[in-house]
């Protein structure tokens, strides 16, 4: 399976100091993430070459999928 579109590369995650997950689930979080992200900006990203996006964005997406995985991996625990 291939994800394209991508606000944040797991490269890129790796590079901020995400380490927590692996590329898979980091794939189905970014998505969760991206989804997030469009729904707040009017889709508005959507349009933009994916080179181009900022880096408040990016940092924005990490946070986002670290808040998931935690909420996530909360919810397992009860």
Avoid: W
């Avoid at 729904?39 to 990203?45: H, K, V």
């Amino acid at each position: 399976m291939t994800f394209e579109g991508q606000y944040l590369t797991y490269a890129e995650y790796q590079a901020l100091g995400g380490s927590a997950i692996g590329e898979m689930p980091f794939n189905l979080l970014e998505f969760e993430a991206r989804r997030r992200i469009d729904l707040r900006t009017q889709n508005r990203l959507k349009e933009t070459d994916y080179s181009d996006i900022p880096q408040e964005v990016k940092l924005c997406e990490f946070k986002l999928i670290n808040s998931i995985q935690n909420y996530a991996t909360t919810l397992e625990g009860i």
